[in-house]
């Protein structure tokens, strides 16, 4: 009856009839183990879908040392358990199961065990715990997932549901991922709200493979996902163009152009080959992937021309998208003709040319050469200048001129000719082309011969060389006398046809410089005119007064002065000369009979007679009739007596002046040929026409008539400046 595993001590005594004796030693004797009893109060703390934590306490009996606990559980419809052991030396013993199935029912049950000389003694199992684990996501994952491709960007996915044991609650969801397999993109999901299983995945790239997979869930969770399924998109158009477009002008008519394939990332699909536009048009199609060139002919000399290329699907014969335009030139070429070539002649050696640049430069017009040679003469029957412009064509080589005769009894003073220079020797045989090159529109053409036809071209220079075509023209310079004319704005030429014997030229005949109108006043000009014609009339009143105060002033001071002799330089005009002979002449008659002898010569006396002699001398040759009589003489035995007339009145005078103060200057006369002639000579005012000489040209006389008499010596009269004398033989300007 002694409890298992329990330590007992025993003692012994001993007795007789005496009594009994003392207990002797002590000894401690434990009894064996024995198997426990079952744990107590067995219970379930918490549980989920998966898990159920239990907890038990030691057996009420336990016949050892009870360390070590087995735990066994199964499902519902298994016969076989799964056992936990659990070392625990602890009153109360917890224990957590895992693995299990959601919303599934399970037994559990639990035993302790005493150990002893290396045994375990086993006890007996406590009673059946029977719990379900709480509802989880599904277990398993959708069956039998298939992937179809639709189009070049959608793809139709379908599977089957999960199987019942392996849902774990009503299945209200599935989710899809779907990645793409030729790169490392993240996952692309998609989510049905409603327990259906089949989609379309949409949005994808074309002619790419994605790899899809799909998974369900309940309310407690997702459920894995399945195997995956794997599906290629259809081709399409590429969505990119052609890269690194380059264009080459290769010669003046053609460009290559060069580019790069479409990025893989757009091609879609196979490529095999490419369009070119042109200027905005198809121009044509280069077959083969990897023919990435081509050369454009048949185009304009420096011309720009937009280029854009384009990939093409071969299977589906689709073009995708056109590069960006580019901008390419063809090279330069030489320049077509210059237009409005016009030949001016501004003198008997100079030529003015002008033109307009080409109408087809095919190129930068880097300047223009210019060659003339003389090719004939022309001397015209009239002392005129020729004020003529001609052009020629370039095949017949002709020309023709016009000209233009001027009224040569035309004294204006804005023309002035010259008597012809002297004649140019020009071997017409031996000339030789004159070549130049200038960068502007016009060039003036210098050191020419006189009264010559030069044949001129022009032609424009590109980086490319010369032009093929020279525009031609003539041009005649004028002969040697010299025409000038104020200058005015130029009229536009006027052409027409010249008819000779020989050929029919066009001739272009330029307007008179000056045009036919003049230029009109600006509006914003008249402020400005307005102002300088004030400024310029108060200065013009300010000098009138000036000078009208100066010569009032002068002669009141050679009045005050007294006598002044007649200056050294005496005017050398014929009619001045004259004059002042006559004057001296009677003036010393005049005060012989006066004052009863020589009185010195004041320089008012002087001028004062001078100019009444004058004045008397030209109203008496305006009014005076011709007389045939006695103006014919020769004009050389006029110069022979006119100098031997002055000769005397020369004398006579110094005779009368004998009481002149000494160093005085007397009038001196030059010698001068007997066929000396002067300018102005021919002019009417000086001419006699009742004198001729015998063969019919006019002569030249002068007559001096007397001072009118009684003209009071005080009298205060001034005499214009003096004309200035030119030496012997010159020509004046």
Known sequence: DLEPAESYYFQVRARNIIGISAPGNALEVQTFPSNPSAPRNLQVPFRNSTAVQLSWERPQERNGDVRVYELQYRDQGSQEFDSIEVLSPSPTTTQLVVNLWPLTFYHFRVRAATVWNGQR?????????????????????????????????????????????????????YT???????????????????????????????????????????AQGDGPFSDPAFAETFQSAPTGAPTDI????????????????????????????????????????????????ITIGGLLPWTEYLVEVAAVNVALNVTGLYSAARTGRTLEDVPGPVSDLVAEVISFSAIRLSWQPPATPNGVITGYVVSYIPIGRHFPTTQAPTTVQTTEGTQNGTAANNTQEEDPTDTSANRVTRDVGPTFDLDL???????????????????????TVYHVQVVAKTGAGVGRTAVNTTATTLPWYLTVRPPTTPEPPTTKPLTTPEKTVTETVSPPPGGSSAGLLQPHDVPIVVGVCLTGGILLLAIIGWAGWKCRHSRAKARRRGSYLVPEEVDSS???????????????????????????????TVQEEVLSSSRHSTSSRRKRPPSDSSSRHSTSSWKGSRKERRMREVEHVQAQLGDMEPGSALLQLQEEPADTEYPGMDNPAFSDPGHSDPGGSPGRSMHIP????????????????PPTVHAPGSIPP
């Open 121 to 173: 003694l086993w006890g007996n199992y406590s009673h059946f715990l029977q719990l379900q684990t709480s509802p989880g996501a599904p277990y398993g994952a959708p069956q039998n997932v298939q992937a179809t491709a639709n189009s070049s960007d959608t793809i139709l996915v379908e599977w089957q549901e999960i199987p019942s044991d392996m849902q774990y609650g009503v299945i209200t969801s």
């Open 706 to 721: 007397p001072p009118p008499a009684g003209l009071p010596p005080d009298r205060d009269m001034s005499i214009p400046p």
């Open 176 to 218: 899809l991922r779907y990645k793409r397999t030729d790169n490392g993109e993240d996952w692309r999901t998609k989510t049905l709200d409603q327990p259906i299983r089949s989609t379309f995945l949409s949005g994808l790239k074309p002619w790419r493979e994605y790899r899809i997979e799909v998974r369900g869930a309940n």
């Open 429 to 451: 045989e031996n000339v030789t082309l004159t070549t130049m090159e200038t960068t502007e529109p016009s060039v003036v053409l210098e050191g020419l011969y006189p009264s």
């Open 246 to 293: 380059t264009i080459t002008g290769v010669s003046p008519t053609a460009i290559q152009v060069t580019w790069q394939p479409v990025s893989p990332e757009f091609q879609n699909g196979v490529i095999g080959g490419y369009r070119v536009k042109l200027g905005g048009r198809t121009y044509t199609y280069v077959d083969g992937a990897d023919n990435r060139n």
């Open 574 to 604: 014929r009619a001045s000369e004259d004059s002042i002979f006559s004057a001296l002449k009677e003036s010393s008659n005049r005060r012989k009979d006066t004052y009863g002898g020589t009185q010195p010569y004041t320089l008012d």
